[in-house]
């Protein structure tokens, strides 16, 4: 069974900058072969909602509100992902989770892995690391 493990949160004023890991564990040499990750962001009270996703084919892609500001990237050892946040303002305060998918490489993994977490069929989340950005 494949275990994501995340790092890189904490805390930091406005216009700071953050870096978030995710590495997959367990993964054979088929499930580290085809992948979609991505970046989940849930904010207190409110739903879990997409932030950037990357794939084996799938090009990064990002909700409107981080894009030129986060960058994900990848390394196909493990596999692992980065979120490279800059320019951080107190609305990406949220707990941040990693995704993945192992079973298809989409070559869309935003809407893929969206759809997913809609039906609650993400093979792995992470546990969670929480970012807070102070005015």
């Known amino acids: 069974q494949v275990h994501l493990v995340e790092s890189g949160g904490g805390s930091v004023q406005a216009g700071g900058s953050l870096r978030l890991s995710c590495a997959a564990s367990g993964c054979t040499t088929t499930t580290s072969s085809t992948y979609c990750m991505g970046w989940f962001r849930e904010a207190p009270g409110k739903e879990r909602v997409p932030v950037a996703t990357?794939?084996?084919?799938?090009?990064?892609e990002y909700t409107d509100s981080v894009k030129g500001r986060f960058s994900i990237s990848k390394d196909n050892a493990n596999p692992t992902i980065y979120l490279e946040m800059n320019m951080l303002n107190p609305e990406d305060t949220a707990t941040y989770y990693c995704?993945?998918?192992?079973?298809?490489?989409?070559?869309?993994?935003?809407?893929?892995?969206?759809?997913?977490?809609?039906?609650?069929?993400?093979?792995?989340w992470g546990q969670g690391t929480l970012v807070t950005v102070s005015s």
């Open positions: 995704a993945a998918d192992f079973t298809a490489g989409a070559r869309h993994c935003y809407t893929f892995l969206v759809a997913l977490a809609m039906n609650s069929a993400m093979d792995a």
């Open positions: 990357i794939g084996t084919i799938s090009e990064p």
